[in-house]
């Protein structure tokens, strides 16, 4: 049954890949993108296309590698830019995620996290006269503030009336969705775009169409936070107090409030920093991707960003570079769709096949022990892991 | 108050629907995040089906096909259930990611090939079956008994049929040695196995039906609000019966009076704001009653809630 026990070279470099338990972390999920991309491919040359060159112009399209001709004042490194601008919100959205399943709370509520930031922000300094040097670190505070704000009142509710925080962001989401509406379409709509008004530049994360080296790209201010925040998320997870105490009660709820934790402050807290964080990634998206809001839509970034956090192990710098991975499939695949002819659903498809190779991480990981176990000179010792992590009841 | 019951009543019942195929996958210990999805693809297969069936053109036979997009749905929903059961029970998946990627790509995979079955139909790629509204009815006699009638009048023909499979579903659940089989894989799957069960074959089963079920609610939807299928299903029905599930405590009973309060609220709510005749944004507003109501009554009621004790756990045999 186990084909994986024959001696072949090839189920042995596999093996030696995949079998040193140091490097599993990321031996694996890159395996499961490999396998990913493989189904991919598979697929796309079931639509009679050829799948290496619809690969290359994903990563043409997100400005990894250079396209064939640019349009005026365009190159490589405005498409990268751009892919950036998609990218920084993507990076936020995925922390926040990961920050509260290190409790065991699940926040399936970024996306209106993110609304209620992005709102707030555009209508106090997006519509304001402020220059850039105040109004920019504004709308990163008023972002950090409302997301926080609306997170902690989820991680109250869950606490004081012992309602999932599963059901109060999903309501929350449609509250805001449909709140913010009213309030947009009846004091802030543009009437020709049916959005609400543009902010003012100054108060813009991203600067629009700045002229370099005769260029002129869009350059995503947002972005310099992401990477130190990555950092900060991880340390405040892994060296100070207020992060172990999160995970403990992430881990075992009891033994935590046995060993002294305030469960009930820990949940607060670490909602609070989970709904900051997406107040990051809303006053990105809304004040910098884009600078304006559609009412009743609620961003799908919240959403991608659950899938995007698990992929990157639900750690920081993993988070890094999985969202980086699915920000240029969705970045790419509008140039993949207009030179393969390839429906733009395929990119979400791709998406998704790699999400759910990934997802099978464990699996593949259960099977390498498994066939090490069996395999003549491999290591007897290595027990099948197969608790997945973060598990959360929902 | 009439339109508010009608109205109301065929929101809830769908919701409830799928609401009840969540109950049925958590309460065998496996997260159902793929709600949404599970009931887009039903709906997507149930309406393609009927459209490669009629090549498109629905004319006079709306009913006997709408039997069949029922049917359809049904079937579709479990075919694409079993993707999730697949990867969360042998391939030990995450469940929760597992959720999200059936989301991701059952919204993919419909809008794809929606519009490729239209290339080939009426040889344009648009993104939209449609379907038409479902037929209703009223019961002579009933119907004319003040307030209580109204829930006998205007019936959409898939209601009385949602009654009757949950009726059904309600009894298997926790009358049938199959239910009792599949509660316990949920709170303590080792004692399952003691006792002979096979979790994963009554998990995956549990998930299956989790599908077909929510396929019947997604066709229903599909059939009556938006009387075409088209993306704008993935609306977030299937987290709202998640949350429906949930404020019923995973149980049959109060997960039906979640739904009905939330059909009924949303009901009253476009029927104030048709009444008090306001403009679109402040009816935004009034949308939101069954969501804040939901919450007023969560901070009352969820006390005492309490989820299967082994829901997102994967089942490892040899774990004490």
């Not at chain 2, 049904?74 to 998946?93: E, R, T, V």
């Not at chain 2, 006390?303 to 774990?319: C, F, Q, V, W």
Request: proline letters at 4%; hydrophobic letters at 50%; aromatic letters at 10%.
């Amino acid at each position: 049954m186990n084909k994986d026990s024959k001696a072949n070279p090839f189920v042995r470099g596999v093996l030696t890949t995949l079998g040193d338990e140091k490097r599993q972390s990321i031996s694996i999920p890159l395996f499961a993108i490999l396998l990913s991309l493989i189904a991919g491919a598979i697929v796309i040359l079931c639509l009679g296309k050829n799948p290496l060159t619809a690969f290359l112009s994903f990563l043409q399209g997100s400005g990894i590698l250079p396209k064939p001709e640019y349009a005026a004042k365009k190159s490589i490194i405005t498409d990268l830019m751009s892919m950036i601008n998609m990218w920084t919100p993507m990076i936020f959205a995925a922390l926040a995620v990961a920050v509260a399943l290190k409790t065991g709370l699940f926040n399936i509520g970024v996306s209106g996290q993110m609304l209620v930031a992005g709102f707030a922000a555009s209508i106090t300094v997006g519509y304001s006269n402020l220059p850039a040097a105040i109004a920019m670190p504004l709308v990163l505070v008023i972002g950090l503030v409302c997301g926080g704000a609306v997170g902690a009142l989820i991680g109250w509710l869950k606490h004081r009336f012992n309602i999932n925080e599963v059901v109060t962001s999903i309501m929350l989401n449609y509250i805001f969705q449909y709140v913010i509406s009213f309030f947009i379409n009846s004091y802030y709509i543009n009437p020709v775009s049916r959005q609400s008004q543009p902010i003012s530049a100054a108060a813009r994360l991203t600067l629009v169409d700045v002229p370099v080296f005769g260029l002129k790209m869009d350059i995503p201010l947002g972005f310099l936070l992401t990477i130190p925040i990555a950092f900060l998320v991880l340390f405040l997870l892994n060296k100070t107090r207020v992060g172990y105490e999160l995970k403990i009660v992430g881990l075992n709820k009891k033994a935590a409030k046995y060993a002294g934790i305030k469960v009930g402050k820990s949940m607060v807290t670490s909602m609070a920093i989970s709904g900051a964080l997406a107040g990051l990634a809303g006053v990105t998206l809304y004040l910098g991707y884009y600078n304006s809001i559609q009412p009743r839509v609620l961003t799908s970034v919240g959403f991608d960003s659950i899938a995007v956090c698990l992929l990157g192990n639900s750690h920081p710098i993993g988070i890094l570079f999985s969202s980086l991975l699915i920000s240029i499939i969705s970045k790419g695949s509008n140039y993949m769709s207009s030179i393969m002819g390839i429906p733009q659903e395929i990119a979400q498809v791709i998406t998704g096949l790699i999400l759910l190779f990934s997802a099978c991480g464990a699996y593949i990981r259960y099977r390498v022990a498994q066939a090490r176990e069996e395999f003549p000179g491999g290591k007897l010792q290595i027990g099948a892991e197969s608790k997945e992590k973060g598990g959360d009841k929902v | 108050m009439n339109t508010i019951i009608i109205s109301g009543l065929a929101f809830a019942l769908p919701l409830f629907i799928i609401a009840i195929g969540g109950i049925y996958s958590e309460r065998s210990g496996i997260t159902n995040l793929a709600l949404e999805g599970f009931l887009g693809f039903g709906a997507f297969f149930g309406a393609a089906s009927v459209m490669v069936m009629t090549g498109g053109n629905l004319a006079g036979i709306e009913v006997p096909m709408f039997l069949v997009a029922l049917v359809f749905s049904m079937i579709g929903g479990a075919l694409f259930a079993m993707l999730h059961a697949l990867l969360c029970i042998p391939f030990k998946a995450n469940q929760v990611i597992s959720g999200v990627v059936i989301n991701i790509l059952a919204a993919a995979l419909t809008a794809f090939f929606t519009s490729q079955i239209n290339t080939v139909l009426v040889g344009k790629p648009t993104n939209k079956f449609v379907l038409g509204v479902c037929a209703k009815f009223t019961v002579p006699g009933i119907s004319k008994i003040p307030v209580l009638g109204a829930f006998f009048t205007d019936i959409y023909y898939y209601v009385p049929i949602i009654i009757v499979v949950a009726l059904f579903m309600t009894y298997i659940l926790y009358k049938s040695r199959f239910g009792l089989r599949l509660r316990a894989c949920g709170d303590n799957p080792h004692a399952v196995d003691a006792a002979g069960g096979d979790v994963s074959k009554t998990r995956f089963i549990a998930v299956m039906i989790s599908g077909a079920l929510s396929g019947l609610g997604g066709i229903c939807f599909a059939y009556s609000i938006s009387a075409s299928f088209s993306p704008s299903i993935y609306a977030g029905y299937g987290f709202l019966a998640i949350a429906a599930l949930i404020f019923g405590n995973w149980k049959i009973g109060p997960t039906l009076g979640a739904c009905l309060l939330f059909g009924f609220a949303r009901a009253a709510g476009y029927k104030l704001a048709q009444t008090l005749g306001l403009s679109s944004a402040f009816s935004d507003i009034i949308m939101i009653l069954p969501y804040v109501l939901t919450l007023l009554l969560l901070m009352f009621f969820s006390s005492t809630n309490r989820a299967p004790r082994a829901l997102g756990e994967i089942y490892d045999k040899g774990k004490r």
